[in-house]
């Protein structure tokens, strides 16, 4: 079990939270993070490289020259590999790069990430509410206030961002924010700070505690 700091909107304490949930372990932990990180990554990529083979490129019906009396080597067709504008060998082809993890493992793996990180979290009560209108300069102002050092990569986890919030963040090249329900490893490991509204960690600890 872990116990965070809650601070309200201006940086001061107002509480305690704690958050208590089951992590890999220690010597199986780091890797089981990485094939986390690596199926998150490989799930992303799209797989639609294709080139053409010489059976596909257009053109090459014809014998360029006769077989022999020319002095050169026997061509069939200019679409040969061996020429420019020719087929490729061995190209990409459309394909799928998705790595299996199970159900499990991909819960133990997030709940091993967050609890790594858990020195970094900061966790905020009533996270924005009181904006109105959109204002970056309101964020990036709050979490001076909360002690995250400027320049660093930041990752903000709340219950329902409002409309207000996500475009006062969308302008903050270092500042990523999603929803409880979209937490990843890959986003826990790469942020240098992890900003999350208290409600946020009511739900991570109700759906991730049981297990």
């Known amino acids: 079990m872990a116990s965070c700091v809650v601070r309200d909107w201006q940086g001061k304490e107002a509480g ?6 089951k992590v890999a372990k220690e010597t199986t932990a780091v890797d089981l993070m990485h094939r986390a990180v690596l199926r998150q ?12 083979t010489r059976a596909e490129v257009r053109g090459g019906g014809r014998k360029p020259y006769k077989q022999k009396g020319t002095g050169r080597a026997r061509q069939g067709s200019i679409r040969t590999p061996l020429k420019p504008g020719g087929g490729i060998i061995f190209g990409p082809k459309p394909r799928t790069y998705n790595l299996a993890m199970n159900r499990k493992e991909r819960r ?12 970094d979290v900061i966790v905020v009560k009533d996270f924005a509410t009181a904006l109105e209108a959109p204002k970056t300069r309101e964020i990036t102002d709050a979490l001076g ?5 400027a320049g660093s ?9 409002s409309d207000v919030v996500r475009r006062s963040v969308r302008n903050l090249e270092k500042v990523k924010l999603i929803s ?8 826990l490991l790469h942020a240098n700070a992890l900003v999350l509204g208290e409600e ?12």
């Open 108 to 119: 133990l793996a997030l709940r091993t990430a967050l609890m790594a990180r858990i020195d």
């Open 180 to 187: 409880s329900d979209q937490l990843n490893v890959f986003d």
């Open 41 to 52: 990554q490989a799930h992303a990529r799209q797989g639609t490289a294709s080139t053409l």
């Open 145 to 149: 206030r909360l002690g995250v050092a």
């Open 200 to 211: 946020a960690l009511a739900t991570i600890q109700e759906v991730y505690g049981d297990d």
């Open 16 to 21: 305690k939270a704690t958050l208590d949930l």
């Open 153 to 161: 990569k930041v990752l903000i986890v709340l219950t329902n961002p």
